[in-house]
């Protein structure tokens, strides 16, 4: 099993940076692929950003392409998203994923592991 623990999440205003982190623990041996969702209310959870194994190709929603980027460090087995030029939009329950299958056609990702979430919440 792997367990992972999102933090970093809060009420920023629009423009604002703000950087997520995914901890990673137990057997993180067994995952390489991990990647972003979020969840806004009413709307269904989306895969905003992917990455098949540190250092790879990197893959983002188009919502979010150009702005968010993510990151890994394999030493401190932690994944992180850096969020610029955060809009009202972004505002969602942001959650961290590992492992699993993701179809690049169409950039949907079934993770095995999930996170709790973190909020994420943009003021205009």
């Known amino acids: 099993q792997v367990q992972l623990v999102e933090s970093g999440g809060g009420l920023v205003q629009a423009g604002d940076s703000l950087r997520l982190s995914c901890e990673a623990s137990g057997r993180t041996d067994s995952v390489r692929a991990m990647g972003w969702f979020r969840q806004a209310p009413g709307k269904e959870r989306e895969c905003i950003a992917y990455s098949p194994s540190s250092g790879g190709r990197l893959f983002y929603a188009d919502s979010v392409k150009g702005r968010f980027a993510i990151s890994r460090d394999n030493a401190e087995n932690t994944m992180y998203l850096q969020m610029n030029s955060l809009k009202p939009e972004d505002t969602a329950v942001y959650y961290c994923?590992?492992?699993?299958?993701?179809?690049?056609?169409?950039?949907?990702?079934?993770?095995?592991?999930w996170g709790q979430g973190t909020q994420v919440t943009v003021s205009s």
């Open positions: 994923a590992a492992g699993g299958t993701f179809i690049v056609a169409s950039m949907t990702y079934y993770p095995n592991y």
